[in-house]
């Protein structure tokens, strides 16, 4: 998952970054970091992210 995936997708659930680190459990910088590409986002956070997406469509 690249940077500009993770913030289309995070607009596209409609959370806004704080709520989204929250969600995934993560310190909202660190989350910060990932969306401008700094930083590799952890496979459990992609997993997480799918899932969401998936609950979202249902």
């Known amino acids: 998952m690249k940077d500009k995936d993770l913030k289309q997708i995070r607009q596209k659930l409609g959370f806004n970054t704080k709520e989204m680190s929250e ?6 910088r660190t989350y ?12 459990i956070c992609e997993v997480a992210i799918e899932c969401l997406l998936t609950c979202k469509k249902a």
Do not use: M
């Open 32 to 43: 910060q970091d990932w969306e401008l590409g700094n930083g590799r986002i952890p496979g």
């Open 23 to 28: 969600i995934l459990g993560t310190p909202y």
